[in-house]
């Protein structure tokens, strides 16, 4: 039997995110997967073994790139202050960038991350760890707080993943004319950025550095 005409790995991943964030793991299908790829079955399984080494792929695919992002910054040049603002940047840039982030991570939250194999689960982890890595020169030069570094990542990625999750309903409530009338006004993603900066920069900025800022 002939071996299937080769496609990019990546364009399987492209469609499997897009199903994965419709239906989720469980509901997801690798015929929908297929079709929306406009590839044939074989060559999925080709590439990826099943559903199940597609799905961790997928997720290998999008953490790896954050983390890599983190890890450029982390090693870079930028003094504390600038490296956690590149951070947020960054956070938000692909959150933006693969729309299938925000849905699929929260059913896997809500599940216990019982679809990830300790590969899946390292290259999740390196993003904390990058983060983690960010913070470090800030705490060690007394320009932000000690705080745990898992605390703060939390702190800084969730607002970003829910405001990004909800542009459908803002979407909604402005075509609807409900926005104006509950927040005021409606916000860009850069002004949610410069938000999140501002208050992040605050947050765990070191006790001292507060005071004498109050002073």
Request: charged letters at 20%.
């Amino acid at each position: 039997m002939p071996r299937p005409a080769r496609v990019s790995p990546d364009r399987i991943l492209d469609a499997a995110a897009l199903e994965f964030a419709a239906r989720g793991y469980a509901g997801a299908r690798v015929d929908h997967i297929a079709r929306r790829g406009r590839v044939n079955k074989a060559m999925l399984y080709y590439h990826f073994g099943s559903k199940q080494g597609l799905y961790r792929a997928l997720l290998r695919r999008t953490f790896g790139a954050i983390a890599a992002d983190l890890q450029a910054i982390a090693s870079g040049p930028l003094d504390p202050a600038s490296r956690l603002d590149a951070a947020v940047s960054a956070f938000v840039r692909h959150i933006e960038t693969h729309a299938h982030f925000p849905s699929i991570m929260l059913r896997e939250v809500a599940e216990g991350g019982t679809h990830l194999d300790a590969d899946t689960m390292a290259a999740v982890a390196a993003v904390p760890q990058a983060f983690a890595a960010i913070l470090k020169p800030g705490v060690e030069d007394g320009v932000f707080d000690g705080v745990h570094p898992l605390s703060a990542y939390f702190i800084t990625i969730a607002p970003i993943v829910m405001f990004v999750a909800s542009a459908p309903l803002r979407a909604q409530a402005a075509q609807r004319r409900i926005s104006p009338t509950v927040v005021g006004r409606r916000i860009s993603t850069d002004a949610f950025m410069a938000d999140v900066k501002r208050a992040l920069q605050r947050a765990f900025a070191a006790r001292s550095s507060v005071h004498q800022g109050r002073s």
